[in-house]
DNA sequence: CCCAAATCCTAGATAGTCGGTCGGATTTGT
DNA sequence: ACAAATCCGACCGACTATCTAGGATTTGGG
């Protein structure tokens, strides 16, 4: 029960490109360099990301990605699953055949769907931009106390 | 992102336990058997149950294991925590060296900790007494209908 | 007192997933 | 043309999850 580092980078790569002020597309090897993540893994990632319509990409020289919606407009749950696929997701056992209403397991269905609910609604509340500002606040007052 | 069957097993072995109406002990096997589960990979399970001290276990012939406390003082939250450890713990990557202040780590650790606070929140209200209660419901109703 | 029933403990086996690497194909600006 | 970048897919070692197995230990009943 918990999260994959693929979401970790992937979140700290969207940060990265949130936090640059120019709109110009930023290449994976440099994303990767600066958040001291492994190169080409990142890049399986960002290809990941692009699929799912949270960054554009530009390939060839001085190409790079970008993201591809105001990062007010990109949740962390859609970051997750994009990398990790659906958060908690149930295969349903209660498939066709057995009678799910005396079973013990359609009550833990339901308990493992409120729970997917409310982990769901909180992650959907949190954008790209809350985390970037959070981490400038972060470094400025990391700044302010250690001038 | 998802629970393991572990937990799905002793969850239902517990509410079975619950919707026991006598005190007397169950023998894993009895449960095993009614839940259509595994008996040895129960067993252990049970094993890891007993030493969370949510049950009780009698050993030797005419054996078997009861609650340790009233299903309403049972959350779901500990039985997942006594089978597959602790909810989403993120082994902080920030021990000792690396400043923390700068770096988008601290941010997604926070971001971590506090789906936690969400997901640990919910569980923990929820008791092996509710469970068991739910289902009746659904037995009773599907008796109903039925007839 | 012996036996059967039960828990307890430990050691695997097997399959799948996770984090990561790699070679190379393709696109594209200079 | 060349270098820089994304893109695609195969692969790999380590770990984990699920489950099986052997046997030691406890304990009530005849």
Redesign the pocket.
């Known amino acids: 029960m918990k999260f994959?580092?693929?979401t970790e980078?992937g979140l700290r790569a969207l940060i990265e490109l949130a936090s640059q002020a120019t709109r110009k597309?930023?290449?994976?090897?440099?994303?990767a360099s600066r958040q001291d993540?492994?190169?080409?893994?990142l890049?399986?990632q960002?290809?990941s990301l692009?699929?799912a319509g949270l960054v554009n990409?530009?390939?060839?020289?001085?190409?790079?990605?970008s993201l591809a919606r105001a990062p007010e407009a990109i949740t962390v749950l859609e970051v997750i699953e994009a990398l990790?696929?659906p958060v908690m997701n149930m295969d349903c056992i209660s498939q066709s055949g057995s009678d799910c209403r005396q079973s013990t397991q359609c009550v833990i269905q339901e308990l493992w769907l409120e729970s997917q609910v409310q982990l769901r609604g909180y992650l959907g509340s949190v954008t790209i931009g809350d985390l970037a500002s959070r981490q400038h606040e972060k470094a400025d007052r990391g700044l302010t106390y250690t001038i």
Chains 1, 2 share one sequence.
């Open positions: 994959s580092v693929k980078y597309p930023i290449c994976a090897r440099e994303i993540i492994p190169e080409r893994f890049e399986q960002i290809t692009r699929k990409s530009q390939r060839g020289a001085g190409g790079g990605c990790d696929g």
